[in-house]
């Protein structure tokens, strides 16, 4: 098996095989508490205006989307993972638009198959590789709006081909370090209401779920994210 780890919006572009789109802070890691809090399809979409058009045509779909971490104007909910706890999302469709996560996605079209990565199912994501017999594996960590490397995103490519490879690693120490790169936005007093400090906690906590989120195709050929025990 050959794993690589790329970066980027440029990373997703070169993905080839398995692919891994990364983003911890926050996106697939929302996407795992949705789809654990039972919603039953997440349409991640590059465009905030097709997320509008299709809230217009089902008003029920639940509209998720920020720049830059904030939450955009006419969408129900922010990017925040602590907004939605002790929700029940069973049954309900989210459409999901993000700076760094979904732009990758919709980038990596070179992957014979994607699905998401984050913190919170990392293992679980090496099982299903492992099971999967892929020959070629992408792990692309997106980074800051697709355009900058973020620690926590390097991090999980990292913990993943560790696991993949055999080895083992103690995420304690990097993950408290976190909190003083990458992640000091959650504990800053001045940016609480848009980086609240329980979304990193929720954001690593590693190997919280035993699934694994992948992107499937609709009848309409858009792209839907499926839950996938493993």
């Known amino acids: 098996m050959n794993v690589r780890i790329l970066q980027l919006i440029e990373g997703a572009k070169q993905a080839r095989g398995l692919t891994v789109i990364i983003d911890v802070f926050r996106a697939f ?17 590059g465009e905030a205006e097709k997320v509008f058009a299709l809230k217009a045509e089902h ?31 069973t049954g309900r469709v989210c459409l999901h638009t993000t700076s ?5 996605i919709a980038n990596a079209k070179g992957a014979s198959e994607i699905i998401t990565g984050s913190l919170v199912n990392a293992k679980a994501i090496a099982r299903y590789i492992q099971a ?5 594996v992408s792990l692309v960590a997106m980074g800051l709006s697709g355009g900058r490397e973020t620690e926590e995103d390097t991090l999980c490519a990292e913990y993943i081909k560790c696991l993949l490879e055999g080895g083992t690693m103690d995420l304690a120490e990097p993950i408290e370090s ?8 959650f504990f800053d007093p001045e940016r609480a209401e848009i980086f609240p400090t329980r979304d990193f906690e929720l954001c690593t906590m590693p190997d919280r779920f035993d699934f694994v989120l992948k992107v499937e195709r609709d009848g309409d050929g858009a792209g839907y994210i499926k839950k996938i025990p493993v």
Do not use: V
């Not at 760094?100 to 990758?104: F, N, P, S």
């Not at 976190?178 to 936005?185: D, F, N, P, Q, V």
């Open 178 to 185: 976190l909190k003083h790169t990458s992640g000091a936005k």
């Open 29 to 45: 890691s929302l996407e795992a508490y949705l789809m654990d809090a039972g919603a039953e399809r997440i349409y991640p979409i």
């Open 132 to 136: 999967s017999g892929a020959e070629e």
């Open 100 to 104: 760094a996560g979904t732009q990758g």
């Open 59 to 89: 008003p029920d779909w639940i509209a998720i989307g920020e720049r830059g971490g904030k939450k955009l104007d006419g969408m129900d909910f922010g990017n925040s993972p602590s907004s939605f706890e002790g929700m029940d999302l």
